[in-house]
């Protein structure tokens, strides 16, 4: 029997009509990746490593020359963790041609000398300074460091290479993960690192993560000198034993300069509630931070392939924050199951109109298939449009299990509460040619960007029936 809900609400208007979406397409997505620079490294393993597989994508504007667009991405996928290294893709015309340069982050780009790295990012200050920042490791010993490097001249090279922190160690007692990047976008020089630092005192917390003794704090440093040097790192999320926070990542209010940290805060009982999606914020550029809010439980359950079990390894812990550049509304997107009764994710958002004192109750963006949707981003141009891209598998039909077939969609709203206009960026292409990772692997994120009021997207893609070369970056724009 089917029963009658509640009629629900986003910045007061009936999300009813958030759900009229049409479906026009843009125009074909532009190649972007090439052959790996680092086919040839034998670094790394052990494990399986996908030569040629780019995965998890960021993308960045540079303000000073719009023509000028940065992506970064990892590039040969290993099995059990990170890549051989992270590559920088740039143009110069607008997305139309690109070329690549390696990131100085891992010893296959003759850079630092771990093994592997991970997690790229990317940000571009008001003077066109560019700030990329990775994860490197070690697959052999544990040694782990957040590093980073700057690039002056539109991503063709990269400088400045510093480690913010380094965790040499031969077990796994400290690592460092999931660190993201924000220029200042008013400021000149300032930039601002972020990620959390899980803390392991026994060694080996995962064989019973319900009694081990860890915790993962949120780590903070910044520059104001371009990239030249960089703060201590600090602790700026404190948490008690068996907690810890993932997926920081700062945004700034132009008109005020409050700086906003968006991350899951995951407490024990390790279950679909474990998960909420929290903030801080600063009003003295990062010296003092707020306390946790928490915006909403982050009601993630895990991803499959709905015809035959298949895990897919999603970004379903990991939420997405934007903000308006003129007005300062703070949005936030991330995987989440209420909508359906805990079956499966699709692509929750709330928002924020004074500061994140108070925010709307979570609605679905995404068009409904029943079947899985997930690696939201959101972006907010500069008329104050928003935009959510995610991956979703409303074309499989029912009784294939021989493929996959996945779409990357764009979804917008133009008043911060209609969403629909809905536009299929890329698709489908069939997921199971990707490369595995913890299941069928894509990334844990894609890049979404605005250039005046157009919107970007920077994503990756399969391609099928190449199992030499699983994958591929691609930049779409209108």
């Known amino acids: 029997m089917r029963r009658n809900k509640p009629v629900q609400y986003f910045a007061g208007i009936p999300l009813a009509v958030i759900l009229a979406a049409s479906t026009s397409c843009w125009s074909a997505p532009t190649l972007v990746s090439g052959s790996s620079p680092f086919a040839n490294c034998d670094i790394g393993g052990p494990g399986t490593v996908y030569v040629n597989a780019e995965v998890e994508p960021w993308v960045a504007v540079n303000p000073v020359n719009p023509s000028n667009i940065i992506g970064v991405w990892q590039q040969d996928r290993w099995s059990n963790g990170g890549a051989h290294g992270l590559v920088a893709g740039f143009s110069f015309d607008g997305g139309l041609t690109w070329k690549q340069t390696n990131l100085p982050f891992s010893a296959c780009a003759n850079g630092l000398g771990y093994e592997r790295a991970s ?115 600090s602790v700026i999320v404190k948490v008690p034993s068996r907690q810890q926070t993932i997926g920081n990542q700062i945004v700034v209010n132009s008109q005020d300069g409050t700086l906003y940290d968006f991350f899951d805060l995951i407490s024990p009982p390790f279950t679909k509630a474990a998960g909420k999606v929290a903030f801080i914020k600063s009003t003295d550029d990062g010296a003092t931070w707020t306390k946790p809010q928490i915006i909403a439980g982050l009601e993630t359950v895990p991803v499959t392939d709905p015809n035959t079990g298949q895990v897919v390894r999603t970004g379903d812990i990991i939420p997405e924050p934007a903000i308006d550049p003129a007005t300062g509304q703070l949005y936030v997107v991330w995987q989440d199951s209420r909508f359906n009764g805990g079956q499966y994710d699709e692509i929750a958002m709330s928002t924020s109109t004074d500061g994140g004192r108070t925010w709307s109750a979570p609605i679905r963006v995404n068009t409904p298939s029943g079947k899985p949707a997930f690696n939201p981003s959101v972006h907010v141009n ?97």
């Open 119 to 233: 997690d790229p990012w990317v940000s571009i200050g008001p003077d066109g300074t560019a700030y990329s920042v990775s994860i490197s490791f070690n697959q052999s010993n544990n040694s782990n460091a957040v590093a980073a490097a700057v690039s002056r001249d539109g991503g063709q090279n990269w400088e400045n290479l510093s480690v913010l922190i380094a965790d040499n160690q031969p077990t796994l007692q400290f690592f460092n993960d999931k660190e993201s990047v924000t220029a200042n976008p008013v400021k000149a020089g300032a930039a601002y690192a972020v990620w959390d630092r899980l803390e392991l005192p026994n060694g080996n917390p995962y064989a019973n993560l319900h009694t081990a003794a860890f915790r993962g704090p949120s780590m903070f440093s910044k520059t104001v000198d371009g990239g030249l040097t960089w703060s201590p790192p």
């Open 382 to 478: 500069s008329a104050g449009t928003v935009a959510v891209t995610y991956y979703d598998f409303r074309d499989l039909a029912a009784g294939n299990t021989s493929s996959l077939p996945t779409n990357l969609w764009q979804t917008t709203s133009s008043g911060g509460g209609i969403f629909g206009s809905e536009l299929k960026l890329s698709g489908p292409f069939d997921l199971m040619a990707a490369p595995v990772a913890e299941g069928l692997f894509l990334g844990d994120y894609s890049g979404l960007g605005a250039r005046g009021t157009s919107f970007l997207s920077f994503f990756v893609q399969t391609n099928s029936g190449n199992p030499s070369n699983r994958t591929d970056v691609f930049f779409v724009t209108p």
